[in-house]
């Protein structure tokens, strides 16, 4: 019998400030055991407990992509206890991953489907991971278009920007990169809410094309209506939802909405599924 | 199934016996109420008692359990490493426990024991045990284990069922583990063939003097979301203080937390039993919570015991009805009212009640 609690030893192996307000940090770390890479087996969508010993444990977006080889990757929002800590440490330290955990973007049902990826602010980690996936050579085919629409509050604040930058010159993902608002006149960019940029750029919903949507409620709830006016069915549009979590497996009961544990029977829902759901979350 | 007699002084030498083989618990008096506990050399199990005021849930599950250790020491090769704590766990035995709270392990088990993730630490405790229950011949006025899927003769989850008539003391062999554990007791003698006709007509009486029950077959058919917007939680949970006793002593209440807890260069990560009575239990660290309000803790308990899990996994409510949560709560909240409440709740003459006020 695996004891799921323990948690695979993990070196840091590079830490990069991903936003001007240094609020966010990326973390690649290399597995100590080589074998424990092969047990962390992921798809896109799926997340892991990152483990502090002497703190706990937190569940984060898996951001790196199984197509990267070596390492995994985190973007990590400094909020908590555990989050402010893990921002203090540096290169070379040691800690500790569990996962991979919850269910990844249901790629077997996206494959031969438009795309179209709207995320904002810093839940764009899942997603990039997904582009990453769905832009390397031997998966692009399995797609038909991919829209990719992603906003953050200012150029500063956005993730990932080197690799923003470059899936924008390229002509097989169409890229709305959009701010809130700034006064930089070099941003070359868009200006406007996500919501707005969606009803813009989005393309019509139908049976072909799924949204996946990753961003803070406010986001959400703008734009929903706006898929709904665009013909989306709700079996189309995936979500991927975050509660107070500690098992990470379905086991210690605290982050379930309804029946389903946001964990396990998580975290991407259908907003067919959220419809039928308590909205605890 | 193999019925034994046991007299008085096999039932005094056998329990010492099985103490060479197994860790023996069984309730006994402390204080006012009785508890589990692990006994002693010579000492005995008191039978003579209704209910523990605790449910034996913490022998497998205990309220505070060490999962891992580490080392904060840089100078050490596994600085910051998390290293399993041994757990082989030796033989153990639960004499008397009642059929209700027996029936509280199947339960609690389609949680730590998953097609996908085996909780460790509860499934090996859970393997090592044998529980011989003891038939219960009368009831509180708070028992309903005969609409909550066992009964006061109730046999699952048992693998010895102790049944005792005046004096006479009679053991139902249930399980191959049963057998084991009753022959190294030496308990042998089988009864009189009259006995079973005998025991038969107790469990009736004991049955029927169940006083109170709760109507469950309606869970099932209402919807998710008609239960949880029906209007009557804001009043049930009123009295509510969220003081969390409901959830420790239920036999089937089984959320945890986990924690760190550091010692100089050295800590231990260990779990905790948690209650989702608790503000913090779904506090996320952006300060948001799902679960504000106290009547959406509420809510959260009895939908949990009486409607996710009905619903998750087709086997009843996921409560045994021990009472113990309605004899300890402080302000008298009843789940078997909340429970006839549900099952009975119609959306539709709720909607039609307000449109007429």
């Given at each position: 019998m695996q004891n799921p609690y323990l948690p695979y030893p993990v070196r840091i192996d590079e830490i990069i400030t991903e936003t001007e307000d240094r609020s966010l940090k990326t973390f690649k770390f290399v597995f100590l055991n080589p074998a424990d890479e092969e047990k962390f087996t992921y798809e896109s969508g799926q997340f892991g407990e990152l483990s502090i010993p002497g703190l706990g444990e937190i569940p984060i977006g898996i951001a790196?992509?199984?197509?990267?080889?070596?390492f995994i990757k985190f973007t990590i929002f400094k909020t908590g206890k555990v989050t402010s800590y893990l921002h203090a440490m540096k290169e070379g330290d040691i800690m500790g991953v569990r996962g991979p955990l919850g269910h990844p973007f249901p790629w077997k049902t996206l494959e031969g489907k438009n795309i179209v990826i709207i995320g904002g602010g810093f839940a764009f980690t899942t997603l990039r991971s997904s582009i990453i996936s769905m832009l390397d050579p031997a998966n692009r085919?399995?797609?038909k278009d991919i829209h990719v629409i992603y906003g953050a509050r200012?150029?500063?604040?956005?993730?990932y920007k080197d690799e923003l930058a470059a899936w924008a010159k390229r002509d097989d993902i169409h890229m709305n990169i959009t701010v809130?608002?700034?006064?930089?006149?070099?941003?070359k960019y868009l200006t406007g809410f996500v919501p707005t940029v969606t009803e813009q750029k989005a393309p019509p919903g139908n049976s072909d094309t799924y949204a996946i949507i990753c961003g803070p409620p406010i986001m959400i709830k703008f734009t929903q209506p706006v898929l709904d006016n665009l013909g989306y069915n709700h079996d189309n549009i995936l979500m991927s939802l975050e509660n107070k979590m500690?098992?990470?497996?379905?086991?210690?009961?605290?982050?379930?909405i309804g029946k389903d544990f946001v964990c396990k029977d998580g975290p991407v829902f259908t907003l067919s599924q959220l419809n039928n759901m308590p909205k605890e979350y | 199934m193999k019925l034994i007699k046991i007299d008085k002084q096999s039932w005094d030498e056998g329990i010492e016996k099985t103490k060479s083989a197994y860790r023996v618990f069984g309730p006994v008096k402390e204080k006012n109420d009785h508890e589990f506990k692990l006994l002693e050399k010579s000492e005995l199990p008191d039978?003579?008692?209704?209910?523990?005021?605790?449910?034996?849930k913490s022998i497998i599950y205990p309220q505070s359990q060490i999962m891992f250790t580490y080392s904060?020491?840089?100078?050490?090769?596994?600085?910051r490493i998390m290293k399993e704590v041994e757990n082989v766990k030796s033989p153990m035995a639960i004499i008397g426990i009642r059929p209700c709270d027996a029936l509280s392990f199947p339960i609690v088990r389609r949680n730590f024991d998953t097609p996908e993730y085996q909780d460790t630490y509860w499934i090996k405790a859970y393997e090592a045990t044998t529980f011989v229950g003891l038939a219960c011949n009368t009831a509180c006025s708070t028992c309903f284990c005969t609409s909550a899927?066992?009964?006061?003769?109730?046999?699952?989850?048992?693998d010895v069922l102790l049944i005792a008539d005046g004096d006479d003391l009679y053991a139902k062999i249930i399980t191959p583990k049963g057998e084991a554990f009753a022959s190294s007791a030496g308990w042998t003698m089988e009864a009189e063939s009259a006995v079973a006709s005998k025991i038969d007509e107790m469990k009736t009486t004991a049955e029927s003097s169940i006083a109170s029950s709760v109507a469950t077959d309606q869970l099932k058919n209402k919807t998710t979301l008609e239960l949880y917007d029906a209007p009557f939680w804001e009043q049930e949970a009123?009295?509510?203080?969220?003081?969390g006793t409901c959830t420790y002593v239920c036999p089937t209440c089984w959320c945890f937390d986990v924690q760190d807890e550091t010692y100089g260069k050295s800590g231990i990560r260990m779990r905790n039993w948690d209650s989702?009575?608790?503000?913090?239990?779904?506090?996320?660290?952006?300060?948001?919570?799902?679960?504000?309000l106290k009547y959406e803790r509420v809510r959260q308990r009895f939908m949990h015991k009486l409607k996710y899990y009905v619903d998750k996994?087709?086997?009843?409510?996921?409560?045994?009805?021990?009472g113990r949560c309605i004899r300890f709560c402080p302000v008298n909240i009843d789940i078997r009212k909340i429970c006839d409440k549900m099952n009975s709740f119609d959306p539709e003459a709720c909607a039609c009640e307000v449109t007429s006020s």
């Amino acid at each position: 019998m695996q004891n799921p609690y323990l948690p695979y030893p993990v070196r840091i192996d590079e830490i990069i400030t991903e936003t001007e307000d240094r609020s966010l940090k990326t973390f690649k770390f290399v597995f100590l055991n080589p074998a424990d890479e092969e047990k962390f087996t992921y798809e896109s969508g799926q997340f892991g407990e990152l483990s502090i010993p002497g703190l706990g444990e937190i569940p984060i977006g898996i951001a790196s992509s199984p197509m990267e080889k070596g390492f995994i990757k985190f973007t990590i929002f400094k909020t908590g206890k555990v989050t402010s800590y893990l921002h203090a440490m540096k290169e070379g330290d040691i800690m500790g991953v569990r996962g991979p955990l919850g269910h990844p973007f249901p790629w077997k049902t996206l494959e031969g489907k438009n795309i179209v990826i709207i995320g904002g602010g810093f839940a764009f980690t899942t997603l990039r991971s997904s582009i990453i996936s769905m832009l390397d050579p031997a998966n692009r085919s399995k797609f038909k278009d991919i829209h990719v629409i992603y906003g953050a509050r200012s150029p500063g604040m956005l993730l990932y920007k080197d690799e923003l930058a470059a899936w924008a010159k390229r002509d097989d993902i169409h890229m709305n990169i959009t701010v809130d608002g700034t006064d930089d006149p070099d941003w070359k960019y868009l200006t406007g809410f996500v919501p707005t940029v969606t009803e813009q750029k989005a393309p019509p919903g139908n049976s072909d094309t799924y949204a996946i949507i990753c961003g803070p409620p406010i986001m959400i709830k703008f734009t929903q209506p706006v898929l709904d006016n665009l013909g989306y069915n709700h079996d189309n549009i995936l979500m991927s939802l975050e509660n107070k979590m500690k098992c990470g497996i379905g086991i210690c009961g605290r982050c379930n909405i309804g029946k389903d544990f946001v964990c396990k029977d998580g975290p991407v829902f259908t907003l067919s599924q959220l419809n039928n759901m308590p909205k605890e979350y | 199934m193999k019925l034994i007699k046991i007299d008085k002084q096999s039932w005094d030498e056998g329990i010492e016996k099985t103490k060479s083989a197994y860790r023996v618990f069984g309730p006994v008096k402390e204080k006012n109420d009785h508890e589990f506990k692990l006994l002693e050399k010579s000492e005995l199990p008191d039978l003579n008692y209704q209910n523990t005021r605790l449910s034996p849930k913490s022998i497998i599950y205990p309220q505070s359990q060490i999962m891992f250790t580490y080392s904060l020491d840089e100078n050490k090769e596994d600085f910051r490493i998390m290293k399993e704590v041994e757990n082989v766990k030796s033989p153990m035995a639960i004499i008397g426990i009642r059929p209700c709270d027996a029936l509280s392990f199947p339960i609690v088990r389609r949680n730590f024991d998953t097609p996908e993730y085996q909780d460790t630490y509860w499934i090996k405790a859970y393997e090592a045990t044998t529980f011989v229950g003891l038939a219960c011949n009368t009831a509180c006025s708070t028992c309903f284990c005969t609409s909550a899927g066992t009964g006061p003769f109730g046999e699952e989850g048992l693998d010895v069922l102790l049944i005792a008539d005046g004096d006479d003391l009679y053991a139902k062999i249930i399980t191959p583990k049963g057998e084991a554990f009753a022959s190294s007791a030496g308990w042998t003698m089988e009864a009189e063939s009259a006995v079973a006709s005998k025991i038969d007509e107790m469990k009736t009486t004991a049955e029927s003097s169940i006083a109170s029950s709760v109507a469950t077959d309606q869970l099932k058919n209402k919807t998710t979301l008609e239960l949880y917007d029906a209007p009557f939680w804001e009043q049930e949970a009123f009295a509510c203080i969220n003081c969390g006793t409901c959830t420790y002593v239920c036999p089937t209440c089984w959320c945890f937390d986990v924690q760190d807890e550091t010692y100089g260069k050295s800590g231990i990560r260990m779990r905790n039993w948690d209650s989702c009575m608790f503000p913090l239990f779904t506090h996320h660290a952006s300060g948001h919570n799902p679960r504000n309000l106290k009547y959406e803790r509420v809510r959260q308990r009895f939908m949990h015991k009486l409607k996710y899990y009905v619903d998750k996994y087709d086997n009843g409510i996921q409560c045994v009805g021990c009472g113990r949560c309605i004899r300890f709560c402080p302000v008298n909240i009843d789940i078997r009212k909340i429970c006839d409440k549900m099952n009975s709740f119609d959306p539709e003459a709720c909607a039609c009640e307000v449109t007429s006020s």
